[in-house]
Every structure is written in C-alpha cells, then in structure tokens.
C-alpha cells in the first residue's frame, strides 16, 4: 500500500465459491421477505441501491496517506469516509426533494444523485487547489501515461519515487460521477424504506399516519445511513488502499463489489423491515 515503488496492479476475479453463497443468502433474504407477507419491491429497490453505492466508490479518487504527502494522486482520505461523504451529501439531498416535492420519485434521485456529485466536484477543487498553490504540485496519474479524456501526459510531471500526485482531470470526473452514483444509491435506499414505514407503522402502532411520519422519516433515515456505510466499507474492503478512479486497474475489481454490496443490502434489508412483521403487508 506504500507509495514508494508501487507498480499499477489489477483487480482479482470473482471468487466462485463466495459469489455462490452470497446469490444464496441474497435469494433466501428476498425469499423470507415475501414469506413473511412484505412485499418485495422495496427489498429490490434496496438492493439495487446498494448496488448502486458499491460500484460508485470504485470512481471515488482515494490518495489516503501517500496523498497527503504528495506521493500519489487522489484525495488524502480513507475510502469509506470520503464515499461515505459523499453519499450522505446525496442522501440528504434526496431526502429533502423528495419531501417538499410531495413524495416525486425521479426529482428526489436526481436530487440525491446532484447533491452526491456536487459534494465530490467541490471537494476535488478545493483539494487540487491545495495540491497546486500550497504543495506546489502539479497533477501527474502514476497509472496512465495520458489523461483518458484530456490527453494530457503525465510522465513528464511526476517525481521520480512516487505513484504520481496531485488530482489529474480523471480522477476528478471519476469522483463527480462516482458522487452521482452513490448519491442516487443512498437516495433509493431511503426511498424504499420511508415508504414502507409510512405505511406500515401507522398499522402497527395504531396511529394516525401523520402523526406517525416524524417516527418513519427518522427510521428510514436511520437505517439508510447504516446501508450506505455498510456498503461502503465493503467496497473499501475491495479496493484495499488508494484508487484513482475509473482509469486505476483496481477498477476492475468492481463486479466483485457490486455482489457483496447486493448480498449486504438484501439481508440488511430483509432485518429492517422486520420491525414491521406483524402487519402483514
């Protein structure tokens, strides 16, 4: 994981034996859930979202402590607390459209996605700001020779004994889209479980539904939290160490993720709708 002398390297396969029991356990979570009376749209939203959060850290541009040095590109952080960032910026986002539009399902995404996004171009700015005028190191990748989008060469900017430095152009629009992505992951998962809740404690704690919607906000909001941390710890378990974005080989490893974060979601879904078994929805 050191910066120093470190050679770009792949991502692993899809572990077949792992991958098989994860499809069991994401089958028998979707499988108790409709035995037990839920119906199981909201779980596939979940899972779907989870999903969406997995394959959205892979864009996230992640220097760790090497970055912080200026001895390798990407932002001086862990990868679970800047997707975890990043998506909760998301999901308050989405959160909040989706209540003052009156429940519309596309505006509340969009929103999580934008708010997702937003976060991480801000926060790929102001670190390249402080990579360029206060370390006064320019932007080199140490797993490409050219920017995939700008064209620009990178060989010739970075220090020799590094893994490059700085933020390039693609890392940046890694982290943007990366932003995007698990935004609207966290945004669905939020979703899915207000709607259950608004549905389903009314029943339960014998309650008018107005009164009861602070109480279901709140747990969806809990519980949405908990998923998009869940899930982006796996996806750093994935990574192990620093990536720099869609153009890192470590990308590669993403397939891998997307079933992990899937299996998660599905049976941290199925446990948080068991706090309404007994209204048989």
């Known amino acids: 994981m050191s910066a120093l002398g470190g050679k770009a390297s792949g991502g692993e396969g899809i572990n077949p034996t792992g991958s098989v029991v994860g499809i069991i356990i994401l089958i028998v979570s979707i499988a108790a859930t409709y035995a037990l009376g839920f119906s199981i749209i909201p779980l596939i939203g979940i899972i779907i979202g989870g999903a969406l ?6 864009f996230v541009p992640v220097g760790g402590a090497p970055a912080a040095m200026g001895q390798a590109p990407g932002i001086a952080t862990g990868v679970a607390m800047l997707a975890a960032g990043a998506g909760l910026a998301g999901l308050f986002g989405g959160a909040w459209a989706y209540e003052t539009t009156g429940g519309d399902f596309l505006v509340a995404i969009v929103g999580g996605a934008v708010g997702g996004g937003l976060m991480m171009a801000i926060t790929s700015l102001m670190v390249n700001a402080t990579y360029v005028f206060a370390m006064g190191i320019p932007a080199a990748s140490g797993k490409v020779d050219k920017d995939p989008i700008t064209g620009d060469t990178f060989p010739e900017y970075k220090s020799q004994g590094t893994e490059g430095h700085g933020l390039p152009f693609i ?7 990366g932003g995007l992505i698990a935004g609207l992951g966290g945004t669905l998962i939020y979703i899915e479980l207000l709607n259950v809740y608004s549905t389903g404690l009314p029943v339960i704690m014998q309650a008018d539904a107005a009164a009861i919607q602070p109480l279901a906000v709140s747990l969806a909001g809990i519980f949405a939290i908990g998923f998009f941390l869940v899930n982006a710890v796996l996806a750093a378990y994935n990574i192990t160490g620093t990536i720099e974005g869609p153009h890192d080989p470590k990308f590669k ?3 891998r993720a997307i079933i992990g974060c899937a299996v998660a979601s599905a049976f941290c879904g199925f446990i948080s709708m068991l706090l309404l078994f007994n209204t048989g929805m």
């Open 53 to 58: 959060i997995g394959f959205g850290v892979h």
């Open 171 to 177: 890392s940046f629009f890694g982290g943007v889209i």
């Open 253 to 255: 490893r993403v397939p």
